[in-house]
């Protein structure tokens, strides 16, 4: 159910039968609970038009919705705002139906869309580091939102596994071998190094490097199969970074750069035949008077190098190609950081106007900031070095670990401290506004109050804790809702279905969180103030099903970030 919409329904109504049919309606969570669920807005506007008083056109609003079994009561507030308190019958319905279906009383979309969403997109000639993290956590979140609701998602990794660097990477691989016939590569991070060093500062072998370009480009079998060697090691590395942040990432969502190196030619050649690239000083460039300069002069999107070699431009054209012409792309979906936004919008508009991003189909550049260190500069070790992911994470679970140890001695403080752990890092990142900066902090993130992953999953094990103390209790007895804190509660839990279709459609996990956040702090209100355990039967039962709900959708929430919760902590 969609609470919004159904209450919506009913305000239009009011609105058609106050004389002012069409108007646009502004309904909106009400800001405090003592004002009421539903705040409406919109009489103003239509007042204005209309040349009527505000407050008595508002008036005749709450009048007419004073018939409806949903609405308990309208009073107008100012100007013409009107306060909205639903009945408690109908919301205590309403929560009794969404316990007795599977999805916490969320519907799936009624016009299900094929979404490609691109995220993570590490580079395989090294290691995952801290900066993949946030593409990797907000897009498996955005992929998790948009398929619980309905809509067939998939999941593109396109990964770095093409360019000069392989020439580089092969070249020492097959040096070290001729030294050493057993030679295995394990520490990728090292051997990118030392390979560096070797192309920097030695000619010969950087000629070599480049002659191995040539040939992997040109498709010699026995360099494709030490370049076969490289990306495999590297998928490795990052599939065992996805098990362990928990992401629905799989090896057959790779589609790394090479995989469009067929179609790059081609597309700068339908470029050419519409007339849209053009010879520019021997390179192929697009001008795009959408975008000019301080000087009134084009941007040049350049789609082919002097002397013919392909771009991320090239390439990300043959994405859009691929994923809408063959994928049936109806929304896509670029989890990139945010210094790559003027490259998105161009790409787009060159997509537009080829042909291949036709105007019913969605393109959006899912925007991040950058994770900062306390000093306020982008996150690294104390050397000044990039943090590998997985040292991240292992720390994240140590850190944890000794936490729940020290607040229960009896706790399986490695399963808690790996859920706790993980948990934090992703909730930290998801839990604030993606196209912000944020701070990295290891004593907030990992705190059990406040807005943090350890204080909702507690909430959800307190649930759990409080339906096990129960023990044999009425499943299906009537839910009454009398206490204010049980109204309040019961009307959050409602809301799940219209958080999750703004936070998928905005792409906006911190919607979602600060959600979460919300619905567990009214659980310990409600926890709190109302007593169930020794509250008689019909209120213990009715109490014990609130809760349930509320257990329900804190798992299905953060779930649905990619956290993970635990029955006992």
Not at 20 to 38: C, N, Y
Not at 58 to 77: H, M, P, R, Y
Not at 189 to 198: G, L, P
Not at 352 to 380: Q, S, Y
């Amino acid at each position: 159910m969609k609470l919004h919409q159904t209450v919506a329904a009913e305000v239009e109504a009011a609105f058609k039968q106050a004389g002012i049919g069409g108007s646009p309606i502004v309904l909106q969570p009400a800001k405090s609970p003592e004002f009421g669920d539903f705040q409406i807005n919109g009489v103003m506007g239509a007042a204005k038009a209309l040349k009527q008083n505000p407050r008595e056109l508002a008036q005749k609003v709450a009048d007419a919705l004073s018939g409806s079994l949903k609405i308990d009561s309208a009073e107008v507030a100012g100007p013409g705002f009107i306060n909205l308190r639903l009945n408690a019958g109908f919301l205590a319905q309403q929560v009794e139906a969404a316990l007795n279906g599977e999805r916490c009383g969320v519907d799936q979309t009624d016009a299900p869309q094929t979404v490609v969403i691109d995220y993570s997109s590490p580079n395989l000639a090294k290691e995952m580091h801290v900066g993949h993290l946030r593409s990797s956590i907000i897009g498996d979140s955005i992929a998790r939102l948009l398929g619980f609701l309905g809509h067939r998602v998939i999941r593109q990794n396109h990964v770095g596994d093409w360019g000069t660097q392989f020439g580089m990477l092969v070249a020492y691989l097959v040096e070290q071998q001729k030294d050493n016939a057993a030679f295995e590569l394990s520490d990728l991070e090292q051997f990118y190094r030392a390979a560096k060093v070797r192309f920097d500062e030695d000619a010969a072998f950087a000629d070599t490097a480049r002659d191995y370009v040539v040939k992997l480009q040109g498709g010699d079998a026995n360099v494709l199969a030490l370049w076969k060697q490289f990306v495999e090691i590297s998928l490795g590395h990052a599939q065992a970074v996805y098990q362990t942040l928990g992401l629905l990432l799989q090896p057959e969502d790779v589609r790394g750069e090479s995989f469009y190196n067929p179609d790059l030619q081609p597309v700068v050649d339908e470029l050419s035949a519409q007339k849209l690239a053009v010879d520019d000083d021997g390179a192929k460039v697009v001008f795009l008077e959408e975008f000019k300069n301080k000087e009134g002069e084009p941007a040049a999107f350049i789609v082919q190098k002097q002397g013919g070699g392909f771009l991320y431009s090239s390439t990300d054209l043959a994405c859009i190609r691929y994923r809408v012409g063959t994928l049936g792309a109806e929304r896509l979906l670029y989890v990139v950081d945010k210094r790559q936004s003027l490259h998105f919008e161009q790409l787009f508009t060159v997509a537009r106007r080829a042909g291949w991003l036709p105007e019913n189909v969605r393109a959006e550049h899912i925007a991040f900031g950058t994770m900062m260190g306390k000093d306020g500069r982008p996150f690294k070790t104390r050397s000044g070095d990039t943090v590998k992911l997985v040292d991240l994470l292992d720390e994240a679970v140590e850190r944890a670990a000794a936490l729940v140890k020290q607040k229960n001695p009896e706790a399986d403080a490695a399963a808690v401290g790996r859920a706790v752990g993980i948990g934090a890092v992703k909730y930290a990142d998801l839990s604030k506004n993606r196209n912000s900066d944020y701070v990295f902090d290891w004593d907030a993130m990992l705190s059990f109050e406040g807005n943090t992953a350890p204080y909702l999953q507690y909430a959800y094990t307190r649930v759990q804790s409080l339906l096990r103390k129960a023990g044999d209790w009425q499943h299906d007895a009537h839910i009454v809702l009398e206490e204010a804190a049980e109204k309040q509660l019961a009307f959050e839990l409602l809301r799940f279905g219209d958080v999750l279709e703004a936070a998928a459609d905005s792409a906006q996990p911190h919607h979602l969180a600060a959600y979460l956040y919300q619905t567990a702090t009214l659980f310990s209100r409600f926890y709190e103030a109302c007593p169930i355990l020794k509250a008689d039967a019909p209120r213990r039962n009715s109490r014990l099903r609130l809760a349930e709900l509320a257990g329900r959708v804190l798992k299905q929430g953060l779930e649905l970030l990619g956290i993970e919760v635990l029955d006992v902590m």
